[in-house]
Each structure stands twice: as C-alpha cells, then as structure tokens.
T-cell receptor, first 111, second 114 residues
C-alpha cells in the first residue's frame, strides 16, 4: 500500500513566524511531489511542486525534498492568518499516473 | 489556463435517488479525469480514473455499478451516484492532468443524502 504520511496537527504559529510542514512517503519510485492548500469546503489548490532533491523557493514558500529519507517538507515564511488552511502533501506514484495524497496538516496562524 | 469547471457545487438529495456530477475542462482537452472523494478531516481518496472513450478504472472497494463514470468527450466527464444513501454523503472532486499546469482540480461537489 503506497502511502503519504502527515501529522494531522493542528499546527499553530503566530503571525510572522515560519510554519514548517512535514511529510513522508513510502513509494521509493515516486519522483514528483506536490503541496496543496485546501480551505474548508473548497477543493485543493497547488502551491508547490518539487522533483529534485534540495530546496525550491517560490515567494514565501520553500519546498524541500530528500529522496533518500523519503521526506518532503514545506516552509512558509512570514506566516499570515490567510495561510490558515489544511496543507496536503502528495506524491505521484511509480508509473507517473496516480497521485497519492496525505491526510493533510491543519495550520492555524494566529494574528 | 487549465480550468476544470465542476457542478453542482452542492446538492441535497433523498436516499435512493441518483445524482450526476459534471466536470468540464474549459480551455484544454482532458484525456484523463480522476474522481476523488473526501470525507471530513480525511484525505482525498481516488475512486476511479476515466479515460475519454473508454471504460473507467475503479479503485479497489469502489462499486462500479454505484458510481457510474462517463467520459464521452475530451472536455466532459460525469460521475453519477446511483441509489444514493446517507453514507455516500461526501465531498466529490474531479481532477485532470494538464500539459503545463500539472493536475488541476474542479471546485468540488458537496453531496448530502438525507
């Protein structure tokens, strides 16, 4: 069973702080990884994708990938109350066809 | 670009009736559409994968006769929940793979069966 594991949270950080979200995956053949943000009652929206080991930065977001450890993370700098949402980690399964989602981490940014 | 329009956004139906959910790709051709279900505070669970012009592939444990999927054109895929029961109440989301934007999601349909 291919899985993506996330801490369900909630993770609570003060406004302006760095929020760190973590994820592990079981499928060693996965090559593509994604972070989605999902507001309550809404469908997920893509924040970041990462395919290579190391860091990838986009504005306030930094995704980190370590394939040896099967670990993906998302850092949100200067967290804002509007960042409060559930963050889903996802991995494209071996074969590049199906996307496996984690259960999500709930983030609360306190004003 | 790469927008998937999904409707209805919410629907309430009586137990035993059928509900159809539509997903249309507005500015691209969706050869493949993925259908997910999400229960409260849980992950997105893939139900089935539909390919234009062929039968859908269902995930283990998903009843193909209950969740009818039709992908008759490159821009339209539908999911029909037949003989719906309260346990089918959930958030249903479609997703399509695009050429340049990765996977894009529809806005979701909240189904409540009473």
């Amino acid at each position: 069973q291919k899985e993506v594991e996330q801490n369900s949270g909630p993770l609570s950080v003060p406004e302006g702080a760095i929020a760190s979200l973590n994820c592990t995956y079981s499928d060693r053949g996965s090559q593509s990884f994604f972070w989605y943000r999902q507001y309550s009652g809404k469908s997920p929206e893509l924040i970041m994708s990462i395919y290579s080991n190391g860091d990838k930065e986009d504005g306030r977001f930094t995704a980190q990938l370590n394939k040896a450890s099967q670990y993906v993370s998302l850092l949100i700098r200067d967290s804002q109350p509007s960042d409060s949402a559930t963050y889903l980690c996802a991995a494209l399964a071996t074969g590049g066809f199906k996307t496996i989602f984690g259960a999500g981490t709930r983030l609360f940014v306190k004003a | 670009g790469a927008v998937v329009s999904q409707h209805p956004s919410w629907v309430i139906c009586k137990s035993g009736t059928s509900v159809k959910i539509e997903c249309r790709s507005l500015d691209f051709q969706a050869t493949t559409m993925f259908w997910y279900r999400q229960f409260p505070k849980q992950s997105l669970m893939l139900m089935a994968t539909s390919n234009e012009g062929s039968k859908a592939t269902y995930e283990q444990g998903v009843e193909k006769d209950k969740f009818l999927i039709n992908h008759a054109s490159l821009t339209l895929s539908t999911l029909t929940v037949t003989s719906a029961h309260p346990e089918d109440s959930s958030f249903y989301i479609c997703s399509a793979k695009t050429l340049f934007y990765g996977y894009t999601f529809g806005s979701g349909t909240r189904l409540t069966v009473v």
